[in-house]
């Protein structure tokens, strides 16, 4: 069955970085569109990053520009959103998740079928 197993999260000081892994099992990785999100506590679901299926074409939230990047390695069934210059609100369990064969990007939760089970990311000195 399908399962994405992130990790990479931490504690790390405010200035920092991390690199999050997302790996994919279960079903043709190249087919789907992988996004990022994280929720802080009392929080909804908010999506981070997002990168596309075939072509790896990539978007970001206002609060990640400049400042997060995400890629992918088919070959490895691997996704991963480098966070570098961490800041304390970036604090939140980050998530992946896929879209349904050829989805598309999209920064809401509900086009998502897929997701992993979080990691933790504090940001805090």
């Known amino acids: 069955q399908v399962q994405l197993v992130e990790s990479g999260g931490g504690l790390v000081q405010p200035g920092g970085s991390l690199r999050l892994s997302c790996a994919a099992s279960?079903?043709?990785?190249?087919?789907?569109?992988i996004g990022w999100f994280r929720q802080a506590p009392g929080k909804e679901r908010e999506g981070v990053s997002c990168?596309?299926?075939?072509?790896?074409?990539?978007y970001y939230a206002d609060s990640g520009k400049g400042r997060f990047t995400i890629s992918r390695d088919n070959a490895k069934n691997t996704v991963y959103l480098q966070m570098n210059s961490l800041k304390p609100e970036d604090t939140a369990v980050y998530y992946c998740?896929?879209?349904?064969?050829?989805?598309?990007?999209?920064?809401?939760?509900?086009?998502?079928?897929?997701w992993g089970q979080g990691t933790q990311v504090t940001v805090s000195s």
């Open positions: 279960g079903f043709t990785f190249w087919y789907h569109a």
């Open positions: 998740a896929a879209t349904s064969s050829w989805g598309s990007c999209s920064p809401r939760v509900s086009d998502y079928p897929y």
């Open positions: 990168i596309t299926s075939s072509d790896s074409i990539t």
